[in-house]
């Protein structure tokens, strides 16, 4: 079943953002759309590898792409944070997932209750449902997932979706 595949990318240089896009671009297809960027400030859980002042935004690739792709995108996404980083501190994190009509579901390294495993220590998480009104969270969904203005861009992709 195809879905919308995007990639959560939090940083703090611009230019490290483009050199992840491109080679995600180069393995998995054009980048159809970015979302505005925000301060990633409702956390300070990264600020020890990563540093202050992260700055966050989404990219979405043009062509849906079956589902059970989720794994190896995730998986490639974790090669390109390691070759992007300097004395083993990532410089970006990326979190790919993807969008269907229903929901927004994220891949992660990090076990929970709620989180499905997909094999190689990676596991699968609906982040956020999609309504008549808008988005439903949950109490595991990401604070910044939570906006208003970033649910108004989950919802644009939905609606493009042709599948």
Known sequence: MLAKFFVACMYKSEEIYEEAKKLLASEYGEIEKESFVYDFNFTDYYEKEMGKGLKKRFMVFKEPMERDKLLEVKLYAMKIEEKLSVDGKRRINLDPGYITKHSLVLATRKE????????????????????????????????????????????????????
Not at 127 to 148: I, P, S
Request: with cysteine; glycine share 4%; net charge positive.
């Open 112 to 163: 929970r209750n709620h989180r499905i495993y997909l094999g190689r220590s990676i596991f699968a998480e609906v982040t956020l449902t999609f309504t008549k009104k808008g988005c439903r969270y949950f109490e595991w969904t990401y604070a910044d997932y939570k906006q208003e203005k970033l649910c108004e861009f989950f919802q644009e992709i939905r609606k493009e979706l042709n599948i």
